[in-house]
């Protein structure tokens, strides 16, 4: 079986800014449909360089299905508004997983149930991931803070008005011990 060392992504705040839209859009009104693609040309080289997976902890994953989701990033996602989505296309590839949605929306609680998944306990469950695999590291990147106590130590929180910098990627090479 496969190990791999995985980022559990959230989108909005981290691919996406307020900073990005006001240079898009020369306006200050939040847009978060606004995908900034240069951000995801980062993510795509950080995880073709150092061999990383990504599990996608977002709401813009499609329902509970990993397939669901990758198919939407490889068409660039949400056809109606495809404009917005530039970029999101080269992380494809990378997407091994998506946690499942959880009744009380908590992102910690959803990224343990991927695991509960992974562990076997939820086997109805497994379409949420592309393959069995183990999770040799793991690093969760998002502007929110609703995890467990548990995962602090494997949490970047980015700003959402910049997304993700530089500083967070050196935090998440040394959560993935990379």
Request: one cysteine or more; charged letters at 30%.
């Amino acid at each position: 079986m496969q190990k791999y060392k995985v980022i559990f992504l959230d989108i909005d705040g981290v691919m996406n800014s307020d900073q990005y839209n006001r240079y898009k859009y020369k306006h200050h009104k939040k847009d978060w449909g606004s995908i900034d693609p240069r951000e995801c040309y980062r993510m795509a080289r950080f995880c073709e360089k150092y061999n990383t997976k990504l599990i996608i902890s977002s709401t813009w994953r499609n329902g509970n299905s990993w397939e669901a989701t990758y198919k939407e990033f490889m068409n660039e996602g949400f056809e109606s508004l495809p404009y917005r989505h530039h970029g999101m296309k080269v992380l494809a590839p990378y997407i091994i997983g998506v946690t499942p949605y959880c009744e009380s929306r908590h992102r910690g609680t959803e990224i343990q149930a991927f695991f509960d998944i992974i562990d076997g306990k939820y086997p109805e469950h497994r379409k949420v991931m592309k393959e069995d695999f183990e999770i040799e590291s793991y690093c969760i990147v998002d502007d929110d803070d609703d995890m467990l106590e548990g995962q602090m130590n494997n949490f970047v929180q980015t700003n959402s008005l910049i997304g993700i910098t530089r500083k967070d990627y050196i935090k998440i090479k040394s959560i993935l011990n990379i």
